[in-house]
């Protein structure tokens, strides 16, 4: 982001999504909580099908650090465990190889592949899905 008002607006919606019961997000911190370095949750929930999607972003200096799989691991057990979800679901670009690595060291696996799903800055791009069934996560990466 560039400007302070869309942070603000981010943060607005992610204040709504909650309150409406949509979706769940956290600002990803360093341990020293000095700076957000991040986002991450549940961007949609689907509570009668216990089901949801997860996602978030990680500043480009943090990554290859384990950061997102750390916050990726917590998010997971907080969803099957706290919020009982049967089954979360990743969309990822198929060339974003980091993320889909990071996925399945936690127990998701490739469930889809969607040819030209995405239209941005005037191009189609695919899009994969990766999803975890409870019971076969692994948090022993």
């Known amino acids: 982001m560039n400007e302070i008002e869309d942070a603000i607006k981010l943060v607005q919606k992610t204040i709504l999504s909650y309150q409406s019961r949509q979706a769940i997000g956290w600002a990803g911190v360093l ?32 990554w290859g650090k384990n950061i997102a799989l750390e ?18 679901e990743a969309k990822v670009s198929p060339d974003n190889k980091g993320v889909i690595v990071l996925l399945q060291k936690i127990g998701f696996k490739k469930e889809a592949h969607y040819v030209d ?20 996560e692994s948090y022993g990466c």
Request: charged letters at 20%; aromatic letters at 12%; proline letters at 0%.
């Open 71 to 88: 916050a990726v691991m917590i998010i997971v057990k907080f969803g099957l465990d706290i919020m009982n979800l049967h089954t979360i």
């Open 117 to 136: 799903r995405i239209f941005y800055n005037n191009k189609f791009y695919d899009i994969t899905v990766y999803t975890l069934v409870k019971g076969n």
């Open 31 to 62: 341990r020293d909580g000095a700076d957000i370095i991040g986002t991450c949750g549940f961007n949609s929930i689907d509570y009668a099908n216990l089901r949801a999607e997860i996602g978030g972003e990680l500043s480009v200096d943090y």
